[in-house]
DNA sequence: TTGCGGCATTTCAACATTCGAAATAGGCTT
DNA sequence: AAGCCTATTTCGAATGTTGAAATGCCGCAA
């Protein structure tokens, strides 16, 4: 291509492709991979061979290939400098207890939030969700808790210029995503009815560090059913407040 | 050089190299990062606009480095494949419950073991651990477990040629451990008495598939004072040979 | 057993990409 | 204002990457 910037590796590019790819399958082969990836066999096997020396991919006799941790292991080693994580663990506890719902701790990673630690509720009907899932800031609870009260500079970087739909409830158009984020500004809490997720809804309050910067956000993410007015007023969006502000208190605390 | 294996992409596998040197460190400038990899400063700053275009890396504003959360969430998809870990959850608990100590599972990865989940000992003394870390398979009690049950086909390569020594209780040779192995087969369980670091012990059982291949470890980690023959043998051994033997037959069941 | 078809691997010469020296730009300190 | 350090851009040289084609390998069908 004539217009790609100069200043970009072309060659590692193709090798976190490669990555990405693999992280999507269980388990994969070379042709298969290059046809998807529009890469030329051998162009692939190189790159497989370095990934694989360099313990990021496995290899079997059979000539499959497949992700190992090594991946993992270097993004705990980043994770781990999130000191939050730490302090919270004990707040969030203490909210799945109260609440009975799943709870997350999650952080703004790029245009999205990335969950960084989560409570099971022990309900049958529970929803899916795991450690390290991205979704995007626009339409999940978790991101508008801290959209919200992200320096408007700042704002200005993430907001989406599409926002593109993802069920019938998303929320659409920016607008309508300025007053939805008055209305956490104004109320402390957000809300996700089934904006990202068909069944699944959240309620989400922003953490923030001693600066008074927002750094996270706590959230109890609730399968529709349960996700009454009566169930929010009396039980979810209490819980989360005074466990939110608790945190936030013991959290700027922690580090002086 | 002269004698770089053809097959192997240079570009990628310094790319690489960027993403490992960066884990290593909470953040970084250029300069000060090319000096440590021994990289020209060009070479480097492309490599690094090419991680920062994909997502992995991030800018600031006075051009300091460090790791987003993005291999992070391709590793996560990877973990996420590990079935055993969800059906393991109940039984960690229980066992920490009885034990009152930190319990690991971990899965093989490579010549080392590596921590999938975690469930913290809540005793004020205790190890520090995060789920993600990798130890060495032959000075661990997690790796001795797996290392122990593996098909020899498999152990010849894992067995380390060099058993590098971390402590002063580091099995050092060949023989030493090959007898270690055998003691593990015979009793059913595996111990690590301060092999890999001072004052950190530990014991640890076999986990097996339904195939009766080893599959996992499950064990206690545990610091010096309280890893006392009594406490191993009135309660730590027991209760993990017991949910151990429980958590294999559950996970037979669960897969057929 | 042979032959066919698909996949993986290796070879190799053409070529695009990456390379680093040097020049430029931007900060911060003295 | 001069000096120093770091980041960024430029550009020609040369190195590394590329894919077509050849080869090897395996399983399957005849």
Known sequence: MSTRPAYLTATLAKGLDVLEALSEVEETGLSELARRLGVSGPTLFRILATLAARGYVQK????????????????????????????????????????????????????????????????????????????????????????????????????????????????????????????????????????????VCAAAVPLFDSSGAVAASLSVTVPTPRFTQSALREKLVPALKKTGAALTDEFARARG
């Open 60 to 199: 079997s006799a059979a000539s499959r290939y497949r992700l190992t941790l090594k991946a993992w292991e270097i993004g705990a080693k980043t994770v781990r400098r999130i000191r939050l994580r730490d302090v919270a663990r004990p707040f969030m506890e203490r909210l799945a207890a109260a609440t009975g719902e799943t709870v997350h701790l999650s952080v703004m990673q790029g245009d999205g939030i990335v969950i960084v630690d989560k409570i099971d509720s022990p309900h049958p009907v529970r929803v899916d969700t795991f450690v390290g899932q991205r979704a995007p800031a626009y339409c999940s609870a978790t991101g508008k808790a801290i959209l919200a009260f992200l320096p408007s500079a700042s704002l200005a970087d993430i907001l989406p210029r599409s926002y593109a739909r993802h069920t019938a409830a998303t929320i659409a158009d920016r607008a309508a995503f300025e007053r939805e984020l008055a209305d956490v500004r104004r109320t402390g809490w957000a809300k996700n009815r089934e904006e990202w997720r068909d069944g």
